[in-house]
């Protein structure tokens, strides 16, 4: 068991937990049906009583919005439709004053073709810039270079026909990749990084940060043994010529040696990998990311045994020192709530809010918002426009949040960018704040309750044999013991358990102080932390 750190002494994005604001669609203020960043100012206060320490923004720089945002155009402004910089210095300034860091996207591996430093090198092969992006000839049939593939449907590939050559990119052909084995692409995105931390940005979350080198040589891809035909067209190769390079390494810990150059910052990377790659980008010396986000839960079957399983491999798997994290919900992957389901959307709040790492939570997961069906004639993400059908399209998992059962869910005055879900009069912060047995108040409290104990924000993770539909685990700091016991099924169970104490919370919200010796009864789709004597 690893020594758990000492309080005082833990930055503040171990202790903390992180809220993932996907800005077009937290608050309009100005009326155009987008969010934007004094929207984001006006609602800081939610934040605060909620109890999250840190916010992290997609992206909010120009951009023709193709990717809406991860298409980037200038990486030291913001795009007029969210504001100004000096919205976003307000917006820093406010944050603070409440006791709450800011994070921002960073998206290194591409630009938007709108960029200057693209536009400057498709100027021609000898433009200055030229270099800057990847491109190669044609091959000797005149087709793609290779047989690489874009994440976003089709080859990676897009002809420049006044060149000649294509360009690599591993999302839209809209999006070219950089080339980060050329060293003035380094330096000007590290120059951005600077930009931002001196503007006061307390970290940033690096954008599919294991794509970011390729193979020199260019080789193809090699074929899937386990593809199906129907299933996602991009996984019918094995990326290893394009991703998770080991070089690439080296890429990340420059990226942290710019980050450590500014006191207490931290260094997320966004990466989709097996556990025991995810853990390399701790970096060898624990000189990666610092959190190399885990969304390992998004993926994993939702039983007590597969999540037992998964919580066990994960913390083996982990690098002396290499702090862990977890997360529930993002801008990409369906809504929590369609995933397990109403009943176990309790569960899974405590699950994230008391296993050993860095929670973040996905706006609106805290309510209960749900997946929302888009109408054809509404669909905004290019992903599902490029590959339809397969239920990749994004726009349902970023609905506007919702705020209170009025016009728009007090989100805009005009109709939003996407449709507001239609139980927004239910499902609202306003209702839930109401109501003592609300998710809100159950996320709320969990919050407190974390943030109080150093057993849950810190401590060791225990873990504890069970069967069935129980997951059963402890947590440990100086002083403090818990007990977590989950129920992720629809039958009540007696947990055996050798513990005496007291019922902390309970998913059901009415079992508070209740006293427990030598057994804990579950009802269905309960968890519950126990205090032990
Ligand atoms: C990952 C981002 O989370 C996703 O939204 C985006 O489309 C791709 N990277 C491309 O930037």
């Given at each position: 068991m690893e020594h758990p750190p000492e309080r005082s002494s833990a930055p503040w994005w171990q202790r903390g937990t992180i809220y993932q604001i996907y800005p077009r669609s937290f608050q309009d203020t100005n009326g155009d049906g987008i969010g934007d960043l004094a929207g984001i100012v006006r609602r800081l206060d939610y934040l605060v009583e909620l109890g999250v320490d840190a916010v992290w923004l997609s992206p909010f720089y120009p951009?023709?919005?193709?990717d809406f945002g991860y298409d980037v155009a200038d990486y030291v402004d913001v795009d007029p439709i969210f504001g100004t910089l000096a919205d976003f210095d307000a917006l820093v300034a406010a944050a603070h004053d409440k006791g709450l860091k800011v994070l921002v996207d960073l998206v290194p591996n591409h630009t938007s073709d709108a960029h200057p430093w693209f536009q400057e090198a498709r100027t021609?092969?000898?433009?200055?810039?030229?270099?800057w992006y990847i491109w190669r000839d044609p091959a000797?049939?005149?087709?793609?270079?290779?047989n690489w593939l874009s994440e976003f449907g089709g080859s990676a590939w897009a002809e420049d026909a006044a060149s000649g050559q294509y360009y690599y990119h591993?999302?839209?052909?809209?999006q070219p990749d950089l080339n980060w084995r050329n060293p003035a692409v380094a330096e000007a995105i590290f120059e951005v990084m600077r930009f931002w931390m001196r503007r006061g940005v307390d970290g940033f979350r690096v954008d599919v940060i294991w794509h970011m080198l390729k193979d020199p040589e260019f080789r193809d891809n090699p074929p899937n043994p386990d593809y199906r035909a129907?299933?996602?067209?991009?996984?019918?190769?094995?990326p290893v010529h394009t991703t998770d390079l080991a070089e690439v390494q080296e890429v990340v810990a420059r990226l942290r040696r710019v980050v450590d150059e500014f006191p207490d910052r931290v260094l997320i990377g966004e990466i989709y990998l097996p556990l025991e790659r995810l853990v390399a980008y701790y970096g060898r010396t624990l000189d990666g990311a610092h959190l190399p986000f885990n969304f390992a839960l998004l993926e994993t079957p939702w039983t007590a045994r597969d999540i037992a399983d998964l919580v066990a491999r994960y913390e083996a798997a982990l690098p002396a020192g290499g702090w862990p994290n977890w997360v529930l919900g993002n801008h990409d992957r369906p809504r929590i709530l369609k995933r397990v389901g109403p009943d176990q959307a309790r569960v899974a709040a405590m699950l994230l809010l008391t296993l050993r790492g860095t929670p973040t939570l996905y706006y609106g997961d805290e309510i209960g918002m749900a997946q929302v069906e888009i109408p054809p004639e509404r669909v905004q993400d290019p992903y599902e426009k490029n590959v339809p059908g397969l239920g990749l399209g994004r726009d349902g998992v970023r609905t506007p949040m919702q705020w209170d059962a009025g016009p728009q869910a007090g989100f805009s005055e005009v109709e939003p960018w996407l449709p507001v879900s239609p139980d927004f009069t239910e499902v609202n912060v306003a209702a839930e704040t109401r109501e003592g047995e609300s998710l809100l108040t159950l996320y709320r409290r969990l919050l407190a309750l974390r943030r109080g104990s150093a057993a849950l924000s810190l401590g060791a993770y225990v873990p504890m044999a069970a069967e069935g539909d129980l997951f059963l685990y402890g947590r440990a700091a100086e002083g403090e013991s818990l007990v977590v016991a989950l129920n992720l099924g629809g039958d009540p169970i007696l947990v055996a358990a050798p513990v005496e104490g007291q019922i902390l919370l309970s998913t059901s919200g009415d079992r508070e102080a209740e006293r427990v010796a030598s057994e804990i009864s579950l009802r269905p789709h309960e968890g519950v932390i126990v205090r032990l004597r």
């Open positions: 951009s023709p919005m193709a021609g092969r000898d433009s200055a810039k030229r270099d000797p049939d005149g087709g793609p270079p290779n591993a999302f839209l052909d809209r129907g299933r996602n067209p991009y996984q019918s190769l094995l």
